[in-house]
């Protein structure tokens, strides 16, 4: 009983996987196309942020990345937000961990990847993230200002 239940949770990881494969295409180093060129984007923050909070979230040397600009107070749909947040001894282009917002009908959707060797997986994403991009909903939940 108990390895048939153990079969079928595998089953349904392994479809589950399947989905998020399907739906956001992925890159070579495993973060998902749509932020494939991030590096190039306009900068919102003037200078590298290298202290942590208030609120912190990552401890590190971090960049934020915008694909598109503000219409008025809000980004538009297909907006994609990159922070890079590098660690000492990171590879040039490979910051250890990548957090993006990406706006789709309307709503911001939060992921968080991390390197390991050459390859990005998933850290965290959703509630965790939106429970404290909260405290900025005036500002589009976006922390940065340019
Ligand atoms: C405890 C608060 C907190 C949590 C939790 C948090 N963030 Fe943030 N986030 C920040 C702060 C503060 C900034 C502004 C830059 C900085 O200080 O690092 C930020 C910046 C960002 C940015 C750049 C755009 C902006 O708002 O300035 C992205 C993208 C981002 N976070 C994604 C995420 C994702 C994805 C998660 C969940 C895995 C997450 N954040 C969880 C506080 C938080």
Redesign the pocket.
């Known amino acids: 009983m108990r390895a048939k239940i153990v079969a079928v949770v595998a089953i349904v990881a392994l479809a589950a996987a399947a989905v998020v494969v399907a739906t956001a295409q992925t890159t070579a180093n495993g973060l998902p196309s749509y932020t494939n060129g991030y590096q190039k984007w306009p900068k919102?923050?003037r200078k590298p942020?290298t202290?942590?909070?208030?609120?912190?979230?990552?401890a590190g040397v971090?960049n934020?990345y915008?694909s598109k600009r503000k219409v008025g107070t809000k980004y538009p749909n297909g907006a994609v937000?990159?922070?890079s947040?590098a660690q000492r001894g990171d590879k040039p282009g490979l910051p250890s961990q990548v957090?993006?917002?990406r706006k789709a009908s309307g709503r911001w959707r939060?992921?968080?990847y991390s390197l390991s060797g050459s390859r990005y997986s998933v850290?965290?994403?959703?509630q965790?993230?939106?429970?404290?991009?909260m405290?900025?909903k005036a500002n589009d939940?976006?922390?940065?200002t340019p």
């Open positions: 919102l923050n942020y202290k942590c909070g208030p609120p912190c979230a990552h971090k934020v915008a937000i990159v922070k947040i957090a993006v917002m939060f992921v968080e850290l965290a994403q959703g965790l993230c939106v429970s404290c991009h405290r900025v939940y976006v922390f940065t």
